[in-house]
């Protein structure tokens, strides 16, 4: 079993659709982060959380450590938000070793 | 600022032959890391580098070689490229232990 999971795979949305994207992991960790990666292969970091909910634009990020499971959730979508969403988790212990997810891939249709 | 830059960005490989992909970083990040995404896998952790003159294993990285040569820079090197090396490699740097920053990556092909 992965450490770390995402649901779903894949998800199409028409423009302006709430999106949410999930993510589960099954070890006691530190932080969370959120990247998302374009059609053209680059990979940005989008959130580093280790509990509550941030919130940047239109993109919301929350994390409930005892149930040990995070949401990404995109408002207003547009189709340039188009790409896979990566879930990662550092474990607890000091270790600066991030453990990705293997990503959503999210296509928003105008 | 270029960020995290690499090189090269495309790369074919004959079975055995060897090379060195560079990765260089701008940002005065103490920590750098090398790792590699196939098809249906998440991103997967081959060395990383806490501080300049320290690396140490990920979770793939037979096969492989790293050396931090200073604070900026810090190259992985396939002594004896298989096929099963092909992927997409990406360095990453961090001024730890927060977001990674991550270069254009480098598409390696192993024929």
């Known amino acids: 079993k992965n450490e770390v999971e995402q649901s779903p795979q894949n998800l199409t949305a028409q423009e302006g659709e709430f999106i949410t994207i999930n993510c589960s992991y099954s070890v006691g960790i530190s932080a969370l982060h959120w990247l998302q990666q374009h059609p053209g292969g680059g990979i940005v970091s989008l959130f580093m959380?280790?509990?509550g909910k941030k919130k940047h634009g239109r993109l919301i990020a929350t994390i409930n450590i005892q149930e040990k499971h995070s949401s990404l959730h995109i408002t207003a979508s547009h189709p340039r938000d188009s790409a896979v969403y990566i879930c990662a988790v550092r474990p607890q212990g000091g270790s600066e070793k991030l453990v990705f997810g293997k990503g959503m891939k999210l296509t928003v249709n105008p | 600022n270029a960020g995290v830059t690499q090189t090269p960005k495309f790369q074919v490989l004959k079975t055995g032959q060897s090379m060195t992909l560079q990765c260089a970083q701008d940002?005065?990040?103490?920590?750098m890391y090398w790792y590699r995404q196939d098809p249906g896998m998440g991103l997967r952790l081959i060395y990383y580098?806490?501080?300049?003159?320290?690396?140490d294993k990920g979770e793939v990285p037979n096969g492989y070689n790293v050396s931090r040569l200073n604070k900026r820079e810090f190259s992985l090197r396939l002594e004896s490229a298989a096929p099963s090396q092909t992927s997409v490699y990406f360095c990453a740097s961090s001024p730890s232990p927060y977001e990674q920053y991550f270069g254009p990556g480098t598409r390696l092909t192993v024929t």
């Open positions: 940002m005065n990040h103490n920590s």
């Open positions: 959380l280790s509990s």
């Open positions: 580098s806490a501080s300049e003159g320290t690396t």
